[in-house]
């Protein structure tokens, strides 16, 4: 599986932005997704979770009501809805996969990673 992530950018702090990230192959609905991000000099973090059907989501605390995570799986493409960012928002958002059977959120359990893309929100 090949992924790769679009729709970072720069906005102000209390805006919007949605990330995209689209999948190669014809296997996609039999992964659960993620996105991480990571700042410099941290380690990768755990952003959101969606199950291969799209009908279980996880977030981490300080995103709930805030992101959404939501995925298409017949263009084999999971978003991130990103609302009311905040500076501390900032960083490189990856998107990854793993299978269905492991657990949500644990970095070493997804197999596979896009190039990231670049959030940076300003005060």
């Known amino acids: 599986v090949q992924l790769v992530e679009s729709g970072g950018g720069l906005v102000q702090a209390g805006g919007s932005l949605r990330l995209s990230c689209a999948a190669s192959g014809r296997t996609f609905s039999r992964y659960g997704m993620a996105w991480f991000r990571q700042t410099p000099g941290n380690e990768r973090e755990f952003v959101a979770d969606i199950n291969r059907s799209g009908g279980s989501t996880a977030y981490v605390d300080s995103v709930k009501g805030r992101f959404t995570i939501s995925r298409d799986n017949g263009k084999n493409t999971v978003y991130l809805q990103m609302n009311n960012l905040k500076p501390e928002d900032t960083a490189v958002y990856y998107c990854?996969?793993?299978?269905?059977?492991?657990?949500?959120?644990?970095?070493?359990?997804?197999?596979?990673w896009g190039q990231g893309t670049q959030v940076t929100v300003s005060s």
């Open positions: 990854a996969a793993r299978p269905s059977t492991a657990v949500a959120g644990r970095r070493f359990e997804y197999d596979y």
